[in-house]
């Protein structure tokens, strides 16, 4: 990943753009201003002659000039942080499904740098299919971490089912049984599997 495309570099882009975008709103309203100011200046009484000088002698221009910047900067930060925002959002509930359900739905990010490799990542762990209970490891010899993988999360699966059976009724006694022998037996599946791959290296 490039170095110019992390959250912290984004963020100081958007700052200076925003303050940029805000001096040249700020120099174009000045002008709108002085323009306005000249076309009705020659008017005796009128609302908007009066008012400027309400605003020069009461608060001041140079006052006004800054709380006027900091509102416009301000909206234009909100502005353009919001995609930014929106993908930390996506980010955080997807994490949230996978650590509460396991699974979650596709992750979708606009921003690239980090919050898209972190949300490619997590989409490629998604893509990931647990294998049914009783699938030997040895059939994906060729990706041992995967197979490691799928079978941790088998395992992490079935004892959130046990965890999550109603343990008050008797009549899932006999499925919470299922469940830890299931537990077991995939456990002892991957002991083999770590004992091969320890053979074979």
Not at 9 to 31: E, K, M, P, T
Not at 183 to 188: I, K, L, P, Y
């Amino acid at each position: 990943m490039h170095r110019l495309q992390t959250v912290r570099i984004s963020y100081l882009y958007i700052f200076i753009g925003s303050a940029l975008l805000s001096a040249a709103f700020l120099f174009v309203i000045q002008r709108a201003i002085t323009l306005l100011y000249s076309h009705y200046s020659g008017q005796s009484g009128a609302f908007f002659v009066r008012l400027i000088h309400w605003i020069i002698n009461n608060i001041g221009k140079i006052p006004c000039a800054i709380v006027l910047f900091i509102l416009i900067f301000s909206g234009l930060f909100i502005l353009r942080s919001q995609k930014i925002a929106d993908d930390l959002h996506t980010v955080l509930v997807g994490t949230s499904e996978l650590a509460v359900k396991g699974t979650a739905q596709e992750i979708k990010v606009l921003s690239g740098g980090e919050l898209g490799q972190i949300a490619a990542n997590l989409n490629r762990i998604q893509r990931i299919e647990v294998p049914d209970r009783g699938v030997a490891p040895e059939t994906m010899e060729d990706s041992p971490t995967v197979a490691l993988l799928l079978r941790t999360r088998a395992i992490l699966r079935t004892l959130r089912e046990v965890e999550a059976a109603d343990h008050t009724d008797n009549g899932m006694e006999v499925q919470i049984q299922i469940l830890l022998e299931a537990a077991n037996a995939e456990a002892r599946s991957m002991e083999r599997f770590l004992e091969n791959l320890i053979i074979e290296s």
